[in-house]
């Protein structure tokens, strides 16, 4: 639709697919939009849309002040472009036309910290902000994201019954919370997507042992993950998995995936939750492995080389060997287990930054509700989420998921799969990060005493650093160096 006679309820700037998706949803919940983009033809485009896809209320303005003052009073202006100086360019162009009392989102993978400056920034002029997370890629903005708002709660009554209609629905509410204060919408929606990164690795490992240990064809790999997804670990990056092995390439013989080169990309939020995780000294060895495992995904060139050189050295391949007397069934469900309790490790370490954070900046997160809304809708939608959120309500001060009653059983009957599939990878020089990580977090989490007494001797013997004991208070620093000298010279005079 061209022009609208009466005032549209929400206005949303910056038509990239994702605006574009997330207008035509807002559209089509029966809520009538404006829409503004600085490139005219989009709006062009998105107007056609909503005409081919159902005469929906959708309405296109050309110009910022046209486009803010076509939206009724408290206005909510929804923005979705690229994160950093675009957002400030585009808030300052329809900041000049908005009144006291409205209200603007940003819908981008923004730092959880420029959001909290433009809400202090945009407050001088007495506007309410929201900095949104939205996940569910491009099928999710059109159909139904998850949506993390955080920042003014005025701002997010303002816009609550429409993010309820625009989100993914799943049986026990909409995929949509109010989140917290501040940047706590951006932060829980990095978070998210450093669990992704975790899972996708932990998936691309499992793949790995299959296909060259368990001798495994695209055929068969598209039929366990379609099996698998239909229980315990069924997700949409299971399903979408399964969906990737049954395609064909259309440029030359064979499967699509096994022509694609092996450089894995990156925006940089998985980037930023270990630098999170890092300055919170929160433990989130799974989510850093995938991370370092992109990293050296790039260097295609020097692996290649590498591969050379220590072949060349004497290093023999030992998968062959290994694959002739495996057991194919066994590993199968082996691999599934391992990859179960690699993900609650990965999941454990996400939730307890989100917690570590949480405490920090006083957003008080409901842990139990933020798995509820990743239930539908983003890409780490799982139906095990629905069994985080009931941990999380039995116990809303869990220490970790590793600990919860049921998730606990499930870890130590899964842990004995578990070993043999990293095992087997490693004799057979397959690595696998992500699930040597969470097993090697499961194994130091759960042990009562760590070889960390013998890190802070040394600590205090070369730094004084001091250190406590375990049968006394107090802080404690001893000569070492003497000490060791007198029980040396002890040991000469006894010989």
Same mark, same amino acid.
């Given at each position: 639709?061209?022009?609208?006679? +009466?005032?549209?309820?929400?206005?949303?700037?910056?038509? /990239?697919?994702?605006?574009?998706?997330?207008?035509?949803?807002?559209?089509?919940?029966?809520?009538?939009?404006?829409?503004?983009?600085?490139?005219?033809?989009? @709006?062009?485009?998105?107007?056609?849309?909503?005409?081919?896809?159902?005469?929906?209320?959708?309405?296109?303005?050309?110009?910022?002040?046209?486009?803010?003052?076509?939206?009724?009073?408290? &206005?909510? $202006?929804?923005?979705?472009?690229?994160?950093?100086?675009?957002?400030?360019?585009?808030? %300052? +162009?329809?900041?000049?036309?908005?009144?006291?009392?409205?209200?603007?989102?940003?819908?981008?993978?923004?730092?959880?910290?420029?959001?909290?400056?433009?809400?202090?920034?945009?407050?001088?002029?007495?506007?309410?902000?929201?900095?949104?997370?939205?996940?569910?890629?491009?099928?999710?903005?059109?159909?139904?994201?998850?949506?993390?708002?955080?920042?003014?709660?005025?701002?997010?009554?303002?816009?609550?019954?429409?993010?309820?209609?625009? +989100?993914?629905? $799943?049986?026990?509410?909409?995929?949509?919370?109010? #989140?917290?204060?501040?940047?706590?919408?951006?932060? @829980?929606?990095?978070?998210?997507?450093?669990?992704?990164?975790?899972?996708?690795?932990?998936?691309?490992?499992?793949?790995? $042992?299959?296909?060259?240990?368990?001798?495994?064809?695209?055929?068969?790999?598209?039929?366990?993950? +379609?099996?698998?997804?239909?229980?315990?670990?069924?997700?949409?990056?299971?399903?979408?998995?399964?969906?990737?092995?049954?395609?064909?390439?259309?440029?030359?013989?064979?499967?699509?995936?096994?022509?694609?080169?092996?450089?894995?990309?990156?925006?940089?939020?998985?980037?930023?939750?270990?630098?999170?995780?890092?300055?919170?000294?929160?433990?989130?060895?799974?989510? %850093?492995?995938?991370?370092?495992?992109?990293?050296?995904?790039?260097?295609?060139?020097?692996?290649?080389?590498?591969?050379?050189?220590?072949?060349?050295?004497?290093?023999?391949?030992?998968?062959?060997?290994? =694959?002739?007397?495996?057991?194919?069934? &066994?590993?199968?469900?082996? $691999?599934?287990? =391992?990859?179960?309790?690699?993900?609650?490790?990965?999941?454990?370490?996400?939730?307890?930054?989100?917690?570590?954070?949480?405490?920090?900046?006083?957003?008080?997160?409901?842990?139990?509700?933020?798995?509820?809304?990743?239930?539908?809708?983003? #890409?780490?939608?799982?139906?095990?989420?629905?069994?985080?959120?009931?941990?999380?309500?039995?116990?809303?001060?869990?220490?970790?998921?590793? @600990?919860?009653?049921?998730?606990?059983?499930?870890?130590?009957?899964?842990?004995? %799969?578990?070993?043999?599939?990293?095992?087997? /990878?490693?004799?057979?020089?397959?690595?696998?990060?992500?699930?040597? /990580?969470?097993?090697?977090?499961?194994?130091?989490?759960?042990?009562?005493?760590?070889?960390?007494?013998?890190?802070?001797?040394?600590?205090?013997?070369?730094? =004084?650093?001091?250190?406590?004991?375990?049968?006394?208070?107090?802080?404690?620093?001893?000569?070492?160096?003497?000490? /060791?000298?007198?029980?040396? %010279?002890?040991?000469?005079?006894?010989?």
């Amino acid at each position: 639709m061209e022009a609208s006679p +009466a005032l549209s309820r929400i206005g949303l700037a910056g038509l /990239a697919v994702m605006g574009q998706n997330l207008a035509l949803n807002v559209a089509e919940k029966g809520f009538p939009i404006s829409v503004y983009n600085r490139t005219t033809s989009k @709006v062009d485009e998105t107007i056609q849309r909503a005409q081919d896809e159902g005469q929906l209320p959708l309405f296109g303005h050309y110009t910022p002040r046209e486009f803010v003052l076509s939206i009724k009073r408290p &206005r909510s $202006v929804v923005i979705l472009v690229k994160a950093g100086s675009p957002v400030d360019q585009t808030i %300052a +162009a329809l900041s000049d036309h908005m009144e006291p009392g409205d209200c603007i989102i940003d819908g981008g993978n923004e730092w959880y910290e420029n959001t909290e400056r433009r809400i202090q920034e945009v407050s001088n002029k007495g506007l309410l902000y929201l900095g949104m997370g939205v996940s569910g890629g491009e099928e999710g903005a059109r159909n139904g994201p998850s949506l993390m708002p955080g920042g003014s709660h005025q701002a997010y009554s303002n816009i609550q019954d429409i993010l309820e209609k625009v +989100a993914a629905q $799943v049986e026990d509410g909409p995929c949509v919370t109010y #989140i917290g204060e501040g940047g706590s919408g951006n932060f @829980v929606k990095m978070v998210h997507n450093g669990i992704e990164y975790g899972d996708m690795q932990l998936i691309s490992e499992a793949y790995d $042992v299959l296909k060259h240990v368990g001798g495994l064809s695209n055929d068969e790999l598209a039929e366990i993950f +379609a099996e698998w997804n239909r229980g315990e670990l069924e997700s949409f990056l299971i399903e979408i998995t399964s969906d990737i092995f049954r395609v064909k390439d259309d440029l030359s013989d064979g499967f699509l995936v096994d022509k694609i080169l092996d450089k894995t990309g990156m925006k940089g939020t998985g980037k930023w939750t270990v630098q999170q995780a890092a300055e919170l000294s929160v433990a989130a060895p799974t989510i %850093a492995a995938s991370l370092d495992c992109r990293y050296l995904s790039g260097l295609k060139e020097e692996r290649e080389n590498a591969a050379e050189v220590l072949k060349e050295a004497g290093l023999k391949e030992e998968v062959g060997s290994l =694959a002739k007397g495996i057991d194919k069934k &066994r590993l199968i469900d082996d $691999v599934r287990q =391992a990859l179960y309790a690699s993900k609650i490790c990965s999941y454990a370490q996400g939730m307890n930054l989100l917690r570590a954070k949480s405490v920090e900046k006083g957003w008080n997160l409901n842990f139990g509700e933020l798995a509820r809304i990743w239930k539908g809708g983003c #890409i780490i939608r799982a139906v095990f989420l629905d069994r985080i959120k009931k941990a999380y309500q039995r116990n809303p001060n869990l220490a970790s998921l590793v @600990v919860d009653p049921e998730f606990a059983r499930e870890m130590v009957q899964r842990q004995a %799969a578990w070993r043999r599939v990293v095992g087997l /990878a490693i004799s057979a020089g397959i690595s696998t990060p992500g699930m040597c /990580a969470s097993l090697a977090y499961f194994d130091t989490y759960r042990r009562a005493r760590l070889p960390a007494n013998l890190v802070q001797a040394q600590r205090d013997l070369f730094g =004084a650093h001091t250190y406590e004991r375990i049968d006394r208070p107090g802080s404690f620093h001893t000569e070492w160096k003497k000490s /060791a000298q007198k029980s040396n %010279a002890g040991v000469g005079a006894l010989n």
